[in-house]
């Protein structure tokens, strides 16, 4: 149910809100897979777009590697992933921290990390508590 907004005549949600969630949700999926899409062309996007989950996109990777930073020697975890802004930054900090002639390398260092964590069931659990996008995509893959 909507109704209009007398001052700016905008259209806003009434009572019952839980009636609006599943067209909300709808909206912004429909919204971030815009996103994830950019410019790629019909063809391009055909190509990938199963792959595509709005969850993603609210984090980078490198949130996945921040609540296990000290068990991959990194530096002290961070466990709430979402107040971690610019996470692929807090990274690059810790990795500074340990004193490397270079700087965090997103597409080398990246995916050298992801894979400890995958190959590690305790890490893998760790990540996926601390982040509820993620673990909202694990239990929906579950369930299938």
């Keep these: ?34 996103i994830a899409r950019g410019s790629r062309t ?8 199963e792959g595509f989950h709005a969850h993603v996109l609210v984090w980078e ?5 921040l609540p296990v930073a000290d068990r991959l020697g990194l530096g002290k975890a961070v466990m709430d992933v979402y107040s971690a ?20 390398d997103k597409a080398i260092d990246g995916p050298e990390f992801l894979q400890r ?8 659990t760790i990540v996926i508590e601390s982040n509820p996008s993620l673990r909202s995509i694990v239990e929906e893959l579950v369930s299938l």
């Design 42 to 49: 019909e063809q391009q996007w055909a190509g990938i777009h």
């Design 85 to 104: 802004r610019r996470a692929a930054e807090a990274v690059g900090e810790l990795f500074r921290g340990l004193g490397k002639r270079r700087k965090y």
């Design 117 to 124: 964590i995958a190959d590690d069931i305790q890490l893998r």
């Design 1 to 34: 149910m909507r109704g209009t907004c007398p001052s700016s005549g905008c259209r806003h949600l009434l009572p019952p809100y839980e009636q609006n969630f599943p067209s909300f949700i709808d909206i912004i999926r429909s919204r971030m897979a815009g």
């Design 61 to 65: 990777r490198e949130s996945l590697i």
